[in-house]
């Protein structure tokens, strides 16, 4: 993902190229739909690129106009790799380029005439489409690359020239050999396929932050359906062709999402949206489009999870673009309104689990692993999407708690209305709230968007006696430093059910009594896990992702040598995602946490002679392997991971690092037949 000027340009990627052939079929939607006409108006710069592509050989040849309407200097960007044949700045030619990593950069001078030509001729090897790479290695993959089951030009990868730190409005034209499509985010004006191969012309009138290209054998479905205002939305999937029965539980899902937050937020911003599908395990979206793994669209929770989080993003980050300098809060937004509304949706217990499994993951970070909101800009390890995704999300919910419902929803509206096609940051959100609830957030959002870590919270003390009405509770709060000003849910448990509290803590330590008309028999602290902090030790049970984020977690193989050896070693460094602590199997307990990995006879030796509890009842004897969590009395968390053979210790390789939620995970060869998390004790104390 490259980034200018703040922007995020989009999670997926962008392609462009655009060449007006005179055999196009052109549809019937008008370009000036896709956005409204002012936001069109605001380009400065604009880039007509016609892009040919040949799959088979690897290879790329493109031309691109730009026009710049600023009398600003600046910076033209092209990758490394590939060769300029032709190159002008209006009527000089451009000159040598600098060199910078994998791209090569020309400074193009000031000048008050405008609007300024840039014309450039490049062409270039694309490397081999690798499907061997896992999701994390696809995603951290920025080359761009090719071959006849798919192509994956990413904005990163500089496949196309592009002027630094500007948002640009762009036409994209595609030529392709027969028999293969192409898309970029926009919309479709024209394709036509001939003998001479396949050409699509695409446009984005709007200011935007780059472009990914995407193509591949496609079998392409279309529906229509009629957005806000009566405006038509084309519908699309590019499916390979082993999953284009697919295609129209996918359109009709397409369908809802967008009904659905047109409702919530305001009108689709765009007049189509494509699903796209890779060859390879991404997981990507982009304005108008989303680019999934084959594997990863044949899931049947798909369309009901991530399917509508990527629609949403058409809203938040590619119709309102972050401020990157100053956080990106488009991730923790949408997760709120998709992942999070869904299990809203579905019970109030299912959204209970997601809130627990937010605040399970961040107990699992070691101090200093998080950061400040408006430090993060997009995932790059575990740490990262539990602050950036979770932390951000659940800052939502408590805004929502505090302002209610209509309100929330209101200042979002209003928020969209102004900001569209537009940079925002953390601060235009806090304004739109301030301004529709009337209230002074200042406070709120300093703490939870500008602090690193949580805030820590106890019962210090509650004691209850008789009143005239009934019964009247003294709850005693503390909170570690920094105090942060909270809203705490307190529940009263008495003979006749829980009465719900909102305590106002503002201090380091705060006595409040509370009246009750029945006996008072316990005080529970936040039992519904609404309140973003770090649990106690009690409250958070073990999981497997402790040891994956913690970096001063060691890794202990059982294994001595051989093929099992290195497969286990493998596997720990795909858990852990970084340079192993190896610590002698011979060796004493380490006072650290600690991932163990060996073979069911190695692991049982191992855990009786450092005298630590056997194998959990609930994995015993069944499946080929296991992985599971214990805290030791010292308080470190352990993972372990036991496999029958050597087979079934390779065959974790995959699965496992995606269950990091788990406290426990059974599998019958790579696939996982049981899994669960040890009980969440809650916070209470019980009155005498």
Request: proline share 6%.
């Amino acid at each position: 993902m490259r980034r200018i000027g703040g922007a995020r340009l989009c999670r997926i990627g962008r392609n462009v190229a655009w060449v007006l052939l005179p055999f196009f079929v052109a549809t019937a939607t008008s370009a000036a739909s896709i956005v409204p006409a002012a936001a069109a108006d605001t380009a400065e710069i604009h880039y007509d690129i016609t892009v040919r592509i040949n799959p088979g050989a690897r290879t790329i040849e493109g031309r691109s106009v730009i026009t710049a309407k600023t009398s600003e200097e600046l910076t033209l960007v092209l990758g490394r790799r590939f060769e300029v044949m032709h190159g002008r700045v209006d009527a000089t030619s451009l000159g040598p380029s600098a060199i910078t990593g994998k791209m090569r950069a020309w400074r193009i001078p000031g000048d008050k005439q405008i609007p300024r030509r840039i014309e450039v001729h490049w062409r270039g090897e694309l490397s081999a489409l690798d499907t061997s790479l896992d999701h994390p290695q696809t995603l951290g993959r920025n080359e761009p690359a090719s071959s006849d089951a798919g192509t994956f030009l990413p904005d990163s990868s500089g496949w196309y020239p592009y002027i630094a730190e500007k948002l640009a409005s762009y036409h994209v034209s595609i030529e392709l050999p027969g028999g293969q499509r192409g898309i970029v985010a926009g919309r479709l004006v024209e394709e036509s396929e001939t003998d001479e191969g396949y050409r699509a012309h695409f446009e984005f009138p709007a200011p935007t932050g780059g472009i990914d290209l995407m193509a591949g054998p496609y079998k392409v479905e279309t529906s229509t359906m009629r957005g806000a205002g009566g405006k038509t939305i084309q519908l699309r999937t590019y499916f390979h062709p082993q999953i284009a029965d697919l295609a129209p539980a996918y359109l009709s899902s397409v369908k809802s999402y967008i009904e659905l937050y047109e409702s919530w937020i305001g009108a689709y911003p765009f007049t189509e949206f494509s699903v796209v599908s890779s060859p390879t395990p991404t997981g990507f979206g982009m304005p108008t489009l989303t680019y999934l793994g084959i594997e990863v669209l044949r899931l049947p929770f798909i369309r009901s999870t991530s399917l509508g989080h990527e629609v949403l993003h058409n809203w938040w980050g590619n119709g309102v673009y972050p401020d990157y300098a100053q956080g990106n809060w488009s991730e923790g937004l949408t997760t709120f309104m998709a992942d999070y509304a869904y299990k809203e949706r579905e019970s109030p217990e299912a959204a209970r689990e997601m809130r627990r499994g937010w605040l399970r993951d961040f107990a699992a970070l070691s101090p200093g692993q998080d950061a400040p909101l408006t430090t993060f800009t997009s995932r790059t390890h575990g740490a990262t999407q539990i602050v950036g995704y979770n932390k951000a999300a659940m800052t939502f919910l408590m805004l929502r708690d505090l302002l209610g419902r209509e309100t929330f929803d209101h200042a979002l509206q209003a928020f969209w209305r102004e900001q569209r096609f537009r940079i925002a940051s953390w601060a235009d959100l806090r304004g739109a709230f301030q301004t529709v609830s009337k209230q002074d957030l200042n406070s709120f959002f300093d703490q939870w968007l500008t602090r690193a870590g949580a805030p820590v919270v106890r019962i210090a003390e509650a004691k209850r006696t008789k009143s005239d009405s009934g019964y009247r509770v003294n709850v005693t709060l503390e909170q570690a430093a920094p105090e942060y000003r909270l809203r705490v849910p307190v529940a009263i448990r008495t003979g006749e059910g829980e009465e719900m509290r909102t305590l106002d803590l503002e201090h380091g330590r705060q006595t409040f009594t509370l009246d009750v008309r029945t006996l008072p028999l316990e005080v529970i602290l936040d039992p519904d896990l609404r309140l973003f902090r770090r649990l106690m030790p009690d409250e958070a049970p073990p999981i497997l992702r402790q040891i994956m984020v913690d970096r001063a977690a060691v890794t202990i193989l059982l294994p001595e040598s051989g093929e099992v050896r290195g497969t286990a070693e493998t596997l720990a460094g795909k858990l852990q995602n970084r340079a192993l602590k190896l610590v002698p199997a011979t060796d004493s307990l380490p006072s650290a946490p600690a991932l163990v990995i060996g073979l069911e006879e190695q692991v049982d030796a191992w855990l009786a002679r450092h005298q630590l509890p056997r194998r959990p009842e609930i994995v015993r004897g069944k499946g080929s392997a296991h992985a599971w969590t214990v805290s030791r009395s010292d308080g470190m968390t352990l993972a372990v991971v036991s496999a029958r053979e050597a087979a079934s210790l390779a065959a974790l390789i995959r699965p496992l690092p995606h269950y990091g939620r788990q406290s426990y995970v059974i599998f019958d060869g790579a696939k996982a037949i049981g899994r669960g998390a040890w009980p969440t004790r809650v916070q209470a104390v019980k009155l005498d």
